[in-house]
C-alpha cells in the first residue's frame, strides 16, 4: 500500500514539475517576443527619422541650388 502512494505521489510531483517546465518557458518565450517586437517598433522609428532627415537635407540642397541658378541668372 506505502509503495502505491509513494508512486503516486511522486508521479504528481514529477507531472507538476513538467508543468511548472512548460509554463515557464511560454513565459520566457513570451518575455523575448515582447522585447523583439520592442526593438523592431524602436529600429523602424530610427529608420524614419533617417529618413526624414535626409528627404529634408536633400530638399535643402535643391533650394540652396536653385536659388544659386537663379542668382546667377540674374
Not at 6 to 31: E, N, P, Q
Request: glycine share 4%; charged share 25%.
Amino acid at each position: 500500500m506505502n509503495d502505491i502512494v509513494l508512486s503516486i505521489v511522486l508521479s504528481t510531483r514529477l507531472i507538476l514539475l513538467l508543468i511548472a517546465g512548460i509554463a515557464l518557458a511560454f513565459f520566457m518565450v513570451g518575455r523575448q517576443r515582447i522585447r523583439q517586437e520592442k526593438q523592431l517598433a524602436e529600429n523602424r522609428l530610427a529608420f524614419e527619422r533617417e529618413i526624414r532627415q535626409v528627404e529634408t537635407e536633400v530638399a535643402e540642397q535643391l533650394l540652396a541650388r536653385f536659388a544659386g541658378e537663379l542668382h546667377d541668372n540674374v
